[in-house]
């Protein structure tokens, strides 16, 4: 199976509630809070696609596209 | 998403606090379901009353948000009515175990097939901040200035000893293992408890000084590790999760059908 590759983090900014956890445990660093509390991804490029932000965020807020 | 065609997404954002531990139990638990392909008409999900019980309100199956406690009595009666639907039964600690204790430990005596879900967040969020049951010595509460003198129930200890026939437990922490624990305790057939650590920041955080959402979460990873791993032998205080009971015993709603056809003979 090839590896997924990165095509585009969906954030609901209408849900996001800004509590971070996504942030802390990305193992990549991928994700950062703006300055409104909400997530976004600043850098795409080191993103694994492990998914583990769209698995744990608490507000269903983060989705992780990825083609193969 | 795929997960969004069980939501009911007109009631969201949900009314959870920020990094409220109940959030990934809805998203684990929605995980579980999708994996297994169940369809939105073959879930019953019942709760009483409590943040964590808010939880029917955000999902599109058959849902019924009842009184504080009494969930599985409800759910016992909807599943000896309609025994080929699947039962959820999330609750929270003080909703499970205070006063909704003596449905618990019957309805694991009784081996009915439901899947309850305690999520522990050792508070009552919803009312802001009294101790529960699983609060544990030494936490401080609304109604333990002090700190508490009670130490917890072992909710999986009780659950064993009632009778449940399948008994986990995991953290908001660990996702992947909550998606496969759930579906793991859905298939099963018999009472199935899941205990699941899930951060209250609100209250029981901002009490105890134990930081925010992320620190929580930290917390539970430190604290916890696989059932019988060599870091627990070193280290008795870490809290074991997995799966540590699962077998087989007549289910409550299979022995009352035979029941029924026996009491039916020659009519
Ligand atoms: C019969 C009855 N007693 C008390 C209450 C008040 N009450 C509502 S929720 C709750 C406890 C909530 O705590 P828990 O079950 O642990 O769930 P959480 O809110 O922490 O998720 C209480 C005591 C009630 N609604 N009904
Ligand atoms: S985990 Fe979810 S709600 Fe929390 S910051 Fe990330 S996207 Fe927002
Ligand atoms: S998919 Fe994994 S690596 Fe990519 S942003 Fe999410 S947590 Fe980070
Ligand atoms: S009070 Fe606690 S349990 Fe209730 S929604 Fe807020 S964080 Fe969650």
Redesign the interface.
């Known amino acids: 199976m090839a590896k997924p590759k990165l095509e585009k983090h969906?954030i609901n900014n209408?849900?996001c509630?800004?509590?971070?956890?996504c942030v802390?445990?990305c193992p990549k660093k991928v994700l950062e809070l703006d300055d409104h509390e909400k997530v976004s991804a600043l850098r795409p490029q080191d993103c694994i696609c492990c998914k583990?932000c769209?698995?744990?965020?608490?507000?269903?807020?983060i989705?992780v596209e990825t083609k193969e | 998403m795929a997960l969004k065609a069980y939501l009911r997404e007109r009631f969201f954002p949900h009314l959870w606090c920020p990094g409220c531990g109940h959030g990934t139990v809805l998203n684990g638990l929605l995980q579980a379901i999708e994996k297994m392909g169940l369809s939105r008409n073959e879930i019953v999900m019942v709760s009483g009353i409590g943040c964590s019980s808010r939880i029917t309100g955000y999902v599109d199956f058959h849902t019924l948000h009842t009184i504080h406690g009494r969930a599985l009595a409800f759910a016992t009666g909807v599943k000896m009515a309609r025994p080929e639907l699947n039962l959820i039964v999330p609750m929270g600690d003080g909703d499970a175990l205070a006063i909704g204790g003596n449905h618990f430990i019957h309805a694991a005596r009784r081996n009915i097939d439901i899947t309850a879900i305690v999520m522990n967040n050792r508070i009552y969020g919803m009312t802001g901040g009294q101790f529960s049951p699983l609060s544990g010595e030494d936490v401080r509460a609304t109604t333990a200035p002090y700190l508490t003198i009670d130490p917890g129930f072992d909710v999986v200890e009780l659950s064993k000893a009632a009778g449940a026939t399948f008994v986990a437990r995991t953290t908001t922490f660990h996702i992947k293992q909550m998606a496969d624990i759930i579906q793991q305790a859905i298939l099963h057939e018999g009472f199935s408890v899941v205990e699941i650590f899930s951060q209250c920041p609100t209250y029981f955080g901002r009490k105890n000084k134990a930081g925010d959402a992320v620190d929580m979460i930290a917390y539970y990873k430190e604290n916890t590790t696989p059932i019988g791993s060599k870091a627990k032998k070193e280290n008795p205080n870490l809290i074991e999760r997995g799966i540590f009971v699962q077998n087989e015993k007549p289910e409550y709603c299979n022995q009352y059908e035979q029941l029924v056809q026996k009491a039916m003979k020659g009519r």
Do not use: Q, S, Y
């Not at chain 1, 509630?17 to 956890?21: A, D, P, V």
């Not at chain 1, 769209?54 to 807020?61: K, M």
């Open positions: 969906h209408d849900w509630k800004g509590c971070g956890i802390a445990l583990l769209e698995l744990r965020c608490p507000d269903l807020a989705e």
